[in-house]
């Protein structure tokens, strides 16, 4: 799989992404122009992408728009506020992320409606619900 980042400064998210997915090998990238990738996970705030497709974008629901008009995507998974597919449900020694809507994996399958828990670290939730909706889209097997 691979998952390209948009807005990653420090690389945090990237870090974070590959704590979670562990021995899954996803390939991390910078997103280019012209090019597809498997996911595209937007960072919170930003509304600026090179145009390139994917199957699964995941953005910050206030960024989901301006994204969507950039970047041909397959499905929009959003995330961070109350409305949105993916939003923080609790954090402490792990996040607990819910999961408010069914999406559609890369693989074509479903993953229903349910609570994914990844271990706890320094993001903000914002960030962990935007990691937790590129591994949902990659159809990660450490997710119910």
């Known amino acids: 799989m691979t998952i390209a980042i948009l807005g990653d400064a420090g690389g945090q998210l990237a870090y974070y992404l590959a704590q979670c997915a562990g021995s899954a090998e996803y390939v991390l990238l910078m997103p280019q122009e012209g090019q597809c990738y498997d996911v ?3 960072a919170p705030g930003v509304r600026q992408a090179p145009r390139c497709a994917t199957q699964a974008l995941v953005a910050h629901d206030l960024d989901a728009a301006a994204l969507a008009g950039q970047v ?8 961070g506020t109350e409305k949105s597919t993916l939003c923080l449900s609790s954090a402490a020694d792990s996040c607990l992320v819910a999961l408010q809507r069914e999406v559609v994996t890369c693989q074509g399958q479903t993953m ?3 609570e994914l828990r990844l271990p706890g670290t320094g993001l ?4 962990v619900c935007g990691v937790a909706g590129a591994l949902a889209a990659c159809g990660w097997p450490g997710l119910p």
Request: charged content about 5%; cysteine-free; aromatic content about 6%.
């Open 124 to 127: 903000s939730g914002e960030q």
């Open 40 to 42: 595209l996970l937007a």
């Open 112 to 114: 229903g409606i349910g």
């Open 72 to 79: 041909q995507a397959g499905t929009v998974i959003t995330y």
